[in-house]
């Protein structure tokens, strides 16, 4: 079937611009996972839902990072007011949400603040 | 103290060598143990899970899980210049509650 799919692929805005990053993951996956990655680091845990609700969101940097997710499926994250060091490549993953499920991820959507 | 800890590298190895990859975590609660690949502009791709004490092998590569040590790590085997490209270490560290952090990732190139 489909993989996890990410939209857009990339990405650039001008510095405080409101922008939308959207994930559709893999059917039958209840968990769905946003990561931030930046050039040669390891992917940073922002937030994840199990269903519609967010089972952990400590990894939002701060209020001006929110995610939904209204339906259980496709999520939605929103940055608004970006900043430059918004920048980075941010990852969806989904999993099967039981037990020790691996995360399959998203081709990511490249983000430039300008 | 980070989560989960790699040493960033570059790991070079000769083609046909063994490469040895390393992972601490901090939290004795980590259940679930993962390692991904992630070559250079995509995204990572699993390649091993593991989840109790000891070795778990799949091909060329093992991976080994050492909980009283805190310790995770994976060996290929028969190194490929196709291997070369970053290892992501992930732990579930809420104990099963699927919060699932990464290391920052080794850098492996093998030397044809």
């Known amino acids: 079937g489909a993989g996890v799919s990410q939209t857009p692929s990339n990405k650039v805005t001008e510095k405080g611009k409101y922008v939308e990053l959207r994930c559709d993951p893999i059917?039958?996956?209840?968990?769905l996972y946003w990561y931030r990655q930046s050039l040669g680091q390891g992917p940073e845990f922002l937030i994840y839902?199990?269903?519609?609700?967010?089972?952990?969101d400590s990894g939002l940097p701060n209020d001006r990072f929110f995610a939904v997710r209204p339906e259980g499926s496709v999520s939605t994250l929103k940055i608004q007011r970006t900043e430059r060091g918004d920048s980075a490549v941010y990852l969806c993953?989904?999993?099967?949400?039981?037990?020790?499920?691996?995360?399959?991820f998203g081709n990511g959507t490249r983000l430039t603040v300008t | 103290q980070k989560e989960v800890e790699q040493n960033s590298g570059p790991l070079s190895v000769p083609e046909g060598a063994i490469a040895s990859l390393n992972c601490t975590y901090s939290?004795?609660?980590?259940?679930?143990f993962f390692w991904y690949r992630q070559y250079s502009g995509k995204s990572p791709e699993l390649i091993m899970s593991?989840?109790?004490?000891g070795d778990k092998e799949d091909g060329r590569f093992t991976a080994q899980l050492n909980k009283a040590s805190q310790y995770v790590s994976l060996l290929i085997r028969d190194s490929q210049p196709s291997d070369s490209a970053t290892y992501l270490c992930?732990?579930?560290?809420?104990?099963?509650?699927?919060?699932?952090?990464f290391g920052t990732g080794t850098k492996l190139q093998v030397i044809p």
């Open positions: 992930a732990v579930d560290i809420s104990g099963g509650y699927q919060k699932v952090t």
């Open positions: 593991i989840y109790s004490n």
């Open positions: 993953a989904s999993s099967l949400g039981q037990g020790a499920s691996p995360l399959h």
């Open positions: 839902f199990q269903g519609t609700g967010a089972a952990d």
């Open positions: 059917s039958g996956h209840t968990a």
């Open positions: 939290d004795r609660v980590s259940q679930s």
